[in-house]
């Protein structure tokens, strides 16, 4: 009786058929198997592997062939209801030009092609000569952003709406990085100290810096502009406890930064930076329109990356730096979609390009117009008494609360200042004593008080 054969021994066999995808015929095999098989043994154990269907044998005489034969198996297929799924995104309306810079930037990272800084793009920039924004375009935000202030003091109307912007801007702003607080916990944080449940500490901390910074722009609009000190105080205060090297905060970069999902590598050297940096404010400084200044910033201080980090949140709110400045309404960037704004940035990095930023910025502003149509039809053209001793009455406010003294009559009379003429002391102690009775800690920063230095001497004059 004939052995059955123990297919393990005749794995060898196999391998030396298997590398030969096309077939492998019987003097081959030999050759790789002699030292294992005789050619008799050898024929005897493809017919077995052969009628196992382990392996076909094609061909005929000496054109013979073996090969592995095919797996074959069974499949049993249900079919399910089929279910559709829609996926949309919310944008602004693109210009022609803006939809070619999206769909650069939406490739894959590997597919785009790395660059580094291009002292080339600031440098054909001129001011009052070149425009990213076409007069037209200038023409048409500046109709949209006027208010009945035109003609107040810096800074006017940002402070009549500061309760609002605080909340719109410091919202918008941080979720344009992330943040998850909503705009009510925003309000609820900005207005009564609470923070919202759930939120990871750094994010109620990125909403109080926005909060400072909003403030710091609004009481010193008359004199902070574009140049380093206050662009450096914009920085410290937007990143105060949210760098991971507390030195940094307030400084420009002493080291090289890469940008997530970007193939961008802004300039490393600190001395080049730190020229750079003043060159781009002083462009920023000679620029006219405040709208062009405006978008020049929201564009090349990003583009510089002249901090370690918060360089974008650095930018929006310098971008109100010459809208606040001439009483225009602000930019809050409320509702911004973040992938547009992501999309934009990265078209301004990695090709040079503004007309995406440009149709974000544009779509932006109108956006921040129409939040605040209702609140500025609401304003009273401003007193002109009040508009005249403004200083003066930003002093006797300051000296009341500061010298911890009562805001009563004899009070006023006594710090009245000297700028004020002789005919005009008794309707400034009355417009003194009527502003404290609309004063708080909210707005007590319009007369360069802080909110819990005015909360402390209300407290304690209650008692």
Not at 390 to 411: H, K, P
Request: glycine fraction near 4%; include cysteine.
């Amino acid at each position: 009786m004939p052995k059955t054969p123990q297919f393990q021994d005749l794995d060898p066999m196999i391998e030396v058929i298997a590398a030969h995808a096309d077939g492998v015929n019987l003097p081959t095999l030999m050759q790789a198997l002699s030292d294992r098989f005789t050619r008799r043994t050898l024929q005897r154990r493809l017919a077995d592997l052969a009628a196992a269907r382990r392996i076909v044998k094609t061909g005929k005489g000496r054109a013979v062939k073996y090969r592995l034969a095919p797996i074959t198996g069974e499949m049993h297929l249900t079919l399910l209801p089929r279910s559709l799924k829609a996926v949309g995104e919310i944008y602004v309306p693109l210009s022609p030009e803006s939809a070619g810079i999206k769909a650069y930037v939406r490739q894959p990272r590997q597919q785009r092609r790395p660059v580094s800084y291009n002292f080339d793009f600031l440098e054909a920039y001129r001011p009052n000569q070149t425009a990213y924004l076409p007069e037209p375009l200038r023409a048409q935000l500046h109709a949209l952003g006027r208010s009945p202030m035109d003609h107040a003091p810096a800074g006017t109307f940002a402070r009549d709406i500061l309760n609002r912007l605080l909340i719109d801007l410091s919202w918008a702003s941080s979720r344009l990085e992330g943040n998850t607080y909503s705009r009510l916990d925003t309000e609820r944080l900005i207005e009564f100290g609470q923070a919202a449940e759930g939120k990871d500490a750094l994010e109620t901390q990125m909403i109080l810096n926005h909060k400072a910074a909003i403030e710091y722009l609004v009481q010193d609009a008359d004199r902070i502009g574009f140049n380093p000190e206050a662009i450096i105080a914009l920085h410290a205060l937007l990143s105060d406890g949210l760098l991971p090297n507390p030195e940094a905060c307030g400084r420009l970069r002493r080291r090289p930064v890469e940008i997530g999902g970007s193939v961008y590598l802004p300039i490393a050297l600190p001395q080049r930076l730190e020229e750079l940096f003043a060159i781009v404010l002083g462009m920023a400084a000679e620029i006219v329109d405040p709208f062009e200044q405006a978008f020049f910033a929201m564009v090349h201080l990003p583009y510089l990356q002249p901090f370690e980090d918060v360089n974008k949140r650095v930018s929006r709110l310098a971008a109100n730096i010459p809208l606040i400045r001439r009483n225009l309404c602000p930019l809050s960037f409320i509702d911004v979609p973040e992938r547009a704004y992501v999309d934009a940035i990265l078209g301004v990095y990695e090709l040079n390009r503004i007309e995406l930023l440009r149709d974000v910025f544009v779509w932006a502003y109108e956006r921040s117009c129409q939040q605040y149509l209702a609140i500025r039809q609401q304003l009273a053209p401003p007193d002109p008494f009040r508009l005249r001793y403004r200083q003066a009455l930003a002093e006797a406010v300051r000296a009341i609360v500061r010298g911890n003294d009562l805001a009563n009559e004899g009070t006023v009379r006594r710090i009245v200042p000297s700028t004020v003429a002789e005919a005009d002391r008794e309707p400034f102690v009355a417009l003194v004593l009527n502003e404290f009775k609309t004063l708080h800690p909210d707005n007590a920063i319009r007369f360069g008080l802080h909110p819990l230095e005015f909360a402390a001497w209300q407290q304690d004059k209650r008692e």
